[in-house]
């Protein structure tokens, strides 16, 4: 359910809308359209944060901080791409003499490889046979799972009596 936002508790903040919501939330529309929902804590270190502008009449953007999970994930990523910078040729001679180039060899020519690529390639000569096929096992699928809900209406009904 939607919150409603109090169009009277709305005012101009450094050129943004702020508008409060029932739970106290701060919706802040910047001149681009752009929407931000912030807690009071977050709306409040955004304002300290940006005291000097408001002082001056100047324009400023609310940010949203990050949450932890993202830090973390960015983290991870800038570690594993300097990782990857410092040893990007032990990495290609690695997967030139590992065993994994071997065994993705021998699973592309395994004969399951091969008869996805058949049926793969025949998909695409035959569209309308294919498209076929695949309506033909949705109404399967509607038909049992009609069924499955038929029975178990009946099943309470029967609780019902």
Request: aromatic share 6%.
């Amino acid at each position: 359910m939607a919150e409603m936002i109090s169009v009277l508790n709305s005012s101009m903040i450094g050129g943004n809308l702020v508008q409060i919501d029932s739970k106290n939330r701060y919706h802040v529309t910047d001149k681009n359209g752009s929407k931000k929902v912030l807690t009071r804590d977050q709306f409040q270190k955004n304002i300290e944060n940006n005291a000097d502008k408001l002082q001056k009449g100047e324009d400023i953007k609310f940010k949203k901080p990050m949450s932890f999970w993202q830090k973390a994930g960015l983290a991870i990523l800038g570690l594993g791409t300097v990782a990857g910078v410092i040893y990007r040729k032990n990495i290609a001679n690695f997967f030139k003499n590992s065993r994994t180039k071997e065994v993705l060899t021998n699973l592309a020519n395994s004969d399951s490889a091969q008869n996805l690529k058949t049926k793969a390639q025949e998909a695409i000569k035959n569209p309308k046979d294919t498209l076929h096929k695949i309506d033909e096992a949705v109404a399967k699928g509607t038909e049992k799972a009609i069924k499955g809900l038929a029975k178990i209406v009946d099943f309470f009904r029967g609780l019902k009596k």
